[in-house]
């Protein structure tokens, strides 16, 4: 998970992250949620959301590292191609 935005939203945004951690709501059920907790209204608590919900979306379509791509199967070929050579000779 990458570390809380910087600027004003950042605490809505972390407030959003514990609240969807303890599992209380549904996060299209959070605007309540962030109207208590920080006396917003209505309008600014759901634009908030949808915000972060965007954010969310955005950091789980990113493209996947090194580390996580699959093996590309012609460089599987190639490394059990070359161990069939090292032991048969």
């Given at each position: 998970?990458?570390?809380?935005?910087?600027?004003?939203?950042?605490?809505?945004?972390?407030?959003?992250?514990?609240?969807?951690?303890?599992?209380?709501?549904?996060?299209?059920?959070?605007?309540?949620?962030?109207?208590?907790?920080?006396?917003?209204?209505?309008?600014?608590?759901?634009?908030?959301?949808?915000?972060?919900?965007?954010?969310?979306?955005?950091?789980?379509?990113?493209?996947?590292?090194?580390?996580?791509?699959?093996?590309?199967?012609t460089s599987l070929v190639r490394r059990v191609a070359g161990k069939r050579r090292r032991?048969?000779?």
């Amino acid at each position: 998970m990458s570390p809380p935005p910087n600027g004003p939203r950042a605490r809505f945004h972390a407030f959003l992250r514990r609240l969807r951690a303890k599992g209380r709501s549904n996060m299209y059920g959070a605007v309540p949620y962030l109207m208590h907790a920080f006396d917003l209204g209505r309008d600014d608590a759901f634009r908030i959301v949808c915000e972060w919900i965007d954010a969310q979306e955005q950091e789980t379509a990113s493209p996947p590292s090194q580390a996580e791509r699959p093996l590309q199967r012609t460089s599987l070929v190639r490394r059990v191609a070359g161990k069939r050579r090292r032991t048969t000779s």
